[in-house]
């Protein structure tokens, strides 16, 4: 069972038979093309998301049509958006967090995901509490959460996670997209191994956040696929 703690334990306790290594003993040196890509993913952090913007609009139509193919939007603004966990009727106000990439990963994960996308967003899988966490608002935390651990708004990343997403990034131009995947089914994974409730929310998000830590410091890190926790979207 998903949130049996065991199983939780036994599938990310594999990082811990891998070594781990000190920052201080990396000396970061980018390439030009991790320069261009670090570039362009720190641009896409200072794109707030402007409702006024047609671009915006249709990325957020994308996201209902990829969430319920199968059930028109009567608006932009509309009490539907609460079915996937939107704090009001307009999600514009909740992207004022974290900006348009929020909205670009949450898209990301539906299209190239969508299995384990609804998977997550009808909580279809363990045993569920009756206060669950909402679907679109925690995906905005796990965004915010991967930019502070990443580093991601300072000119050079200090920590392990940060250094070595830059070589993971010069595999994969997509990596915070993915690795964004991979933190909300850690996430939830995580949820269900604690049993949690609604108001423990940013004590799992804290929990993910250790344990995406420990991962992406694991000494033969070199590919997104390296990952032990990637396993999960492969379920």
């Not at 599938?11 to 030009?32: H, M, Y």
């Amino acid at each position: 069972m998903v949130g049996n703690r065991t199983w939780f334990g036994g599938l990310f306790n594999s990082s811990g038979k891998r070594r781990q290594v000190s920052a201080e003993k990396i000396v970061l040196d980018l390439t030009p093309l991790q320069e261009q890509r670090l570039q362009k993913l720190k641009e896409r952090l200072n794109v707030p998301y402007d409702e006024s913007r047609p671009e915006h609009q249709e990325s957020l139509r994308a996201l209902w049509n990829a969430s319920f193919p199968d059930t028109e939007l009567n608006s932009l603004v509309s009490a539907q958006w609460k079915d996937m966990g939107w704090q009001g009727v307009n999600p514009a106000t909740d992207f004022r967090g974290c900006g348009f990439i929020s909205l670009e990963n949450l898209l990301f994960f539906a299209r190239t995901y969508p299995a384990p996308f609804k998977r997550l967003m009808l909580k279809q899988q363990g045993m569920r509490a009756v206060w669950e966490y909402p679907f679109a608002v925690a995906g905005i935390n796990i965004s915010y959460m991967l930019i502070q651990l990443l580093e991601l708004n300072s000119a050079r990343p200090k920590s392990l996670p940060g250094i070595n997403f830059i070589k993971v990034l010069t595999e994969h131009e997509d990596a915070f997209d993915v690795l964004y995947c991979i933190a909300f089914e850690m996430m939830d994974a995580q949820w269900l191994a604690m049993r949690a409730s609604y108001m423990q929310f940013k004590e799992v998000l804290e929990a993910t956040k250790q344990q995406l830590e420990r991962e992406l410091s694991l000494e033969d890190l070199n590919s997104i696929h390296d990952l032990p926790a990637y396993n999960l979207l492969c379920k």
